[in-house]
């Protein structure tokens, strides 16, 4: 009797366990709708951010051009090094590199697909 509650305690105490350890595995981040969450909050009001439409400020580039000047992985950089921070009318930002690596995500997403 008190060995079978026994092995029930010990049955709970692992599932716990189990469940609390799989608890700390972080999820995977959803770096793209990350990336997109923060150019809807910082970048939105000049560029266009999506796959189509206008920038509202003419002089901004549409984010999903910006693979015909550079690749991406360049930006990734750039904005690690502010280097993008200073370009005339835009606000200086600066990025976290948790926020650089889902900025570059989401904009590598919507480029246009080249090739085949
Ligand atoms: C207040 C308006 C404004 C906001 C907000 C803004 N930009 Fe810009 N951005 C511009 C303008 C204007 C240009 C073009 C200027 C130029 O080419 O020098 C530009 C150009 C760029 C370029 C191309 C730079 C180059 O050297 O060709 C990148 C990349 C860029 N912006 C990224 C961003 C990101 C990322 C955000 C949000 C975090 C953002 N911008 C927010 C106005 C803005």
Not at 92 to 113: G, K, N
């Amino acid at each position: 009797m008190r060995l079978r509650g026994l092995i029930a305690v010990l049955g709970l105490v692992l599932l716990a366990a189990c469940s609390h350890a799989a608890s700390q595995t972080p999820p995977r981040r959803d770096l793209v709708g990350e990336g997109r969450a923060l150019v809807e909050v910082y970048c939105i009001s000049c560029h266009a951010i999506g796959e189509t439409g206008e920038s509202r400020l003419a002089e901004a580039p549409p984010f999903r051009t910006l693979s015909e000047r550079y690749p991406i992985t360049a930006l990734e950089e750039a904005f690690a090094e502010g280097v993008l921070v200073g370009h005339p009318a835009m606000p200086e930002f600066r990025l976290e590199p948790d926020q650089i690596d889902a900025l570059v995500a989401y904009l590598e997403s919507i480029q246009p697909r080249r090739g085949g």
